[in-house]
């Protein structure tokens, strides 16, 4: 619990779209037992942030406040937005859809302006090829998960919310967007001006591209929104093109995040091993899976559905690798816990 991982929650983010995608692709078995496990997970991620909070607040406030650990706090976040909009479709609950809506903005709001603003005040400030990494993006994507989270409660709410709703989806859309131009900024200039070391290709750079898809998913809700909210159906070709404008941003990434993946872990030989910050590469693949079927099927593009599908497949090996590798690393704590001092239990040790 003391170095619990401000960036935890993407284990929530990750299993949540994966179980969104199962249901979206037909595995509706698959898809209610992933549910299942992840609010397991959420519970299990919030009380151990909560006990953390209390237990070590110094340290807690200082993961905050550092340039590379703070953006991690975001993934509670997108986390609780994620969870929300499993709701929606899997046991039709409004009600639990909208208290996690609202909870995921509360936490947006709070985290924003106290890690942003510490990060500006801050006199000492690490170098940008020091503190800058990709899980900066996350918080595009918490940003975007309300947008997603919002068109879908407007779509089954009734008037007038809907249109408050629908007019808030649209506001932090566009906000997602332009503080991706801000920080994929800075991040292309990190990668392609600074020494870029094996072990600073972290995870969570494949954010890159999950940010993307995520703003893709956000705008496609948008467009079927349309009907319901007169100003958006006056901006429905603005809102299709950037939703392609993101999902071929995002495709874009993919090749030559590969590319850095051979170069880290075949040519440089960087060792694989269990970091709950590989939640955060996980997620993007279903995210991209799950949205670029929802604009095959919103935008009338069918010969996306392919792709979709095949993103689908290695999203769920994905997050199954690293589940198993999560599975193992506590099961390995375990045992070192019982027969860590000559194979004495807990309570003799």
Known sequence: M?????????????????SIGAWDFGFPILAMGLFALNLAAYAVVACLTAFRLIRYPRLFFADM????RGPGFFTAVAGSCILGSQFLPMVRSLAAATVFLALGAALW???????????????????????????WLIAVVAT???????????????QPLRLELNFFALSMWLWGGMLYIWIISLIFYRETF????PGD??????????????????????VENAPDAPFLASMLPFIKGFTVFYWATGTWWIPM??????????????????????????????????ATKQIAEVLALPFLAPMASAFFV??????????????????IRITRGWFGRGGRGPSQA
């Open 257 to 290: 995040l590969l590319v850095l993946e051979v170069w880290q872990h075949v040519v440089r030989r960087f060792p694989l091993r269990y970091d709950p910050l590989y939640w955060g590469a996980v997620f993007p693949l279903g995210m991209y899976a799950v």
């Open 144 to 158: 975007q998960s309300i947008a997603v989270l919002a068109a879908s409660v407007a779509s089954d709410c009734s």
């Open 109 to 135: 709001v709070a985290l924003t302006y106290t890690i942003f603003a510490a990060f500006t005040v801050k006199r000492e400030k690490p170098a940008l090829e020091k503190g800058l990494t990709g899980a």
């Open 194 to 197: 600074f020494v870029f070391s």
């Open 314 to 331: 290695v999203a769920l090996a994905a997050w199954t690798l690293v589940f198993g590798a999560l599975a193992w690393e506590l099961w």
């Open 2 to 18: 003391e170095h619990l991982s401000p960036a935890y929650f993407a284990l929530v983010m990750a299993t949540g779209v994966v």
């Open 201 to 222: 290709l972290t995870p969570p750079y494949w954010i890159n591209m999950g940010a993307m898809a995520i703003s893709t998913l956000a705008g496609t809700g948008l």
């Open 65 to 68: 406040t550092d340039h590379r």
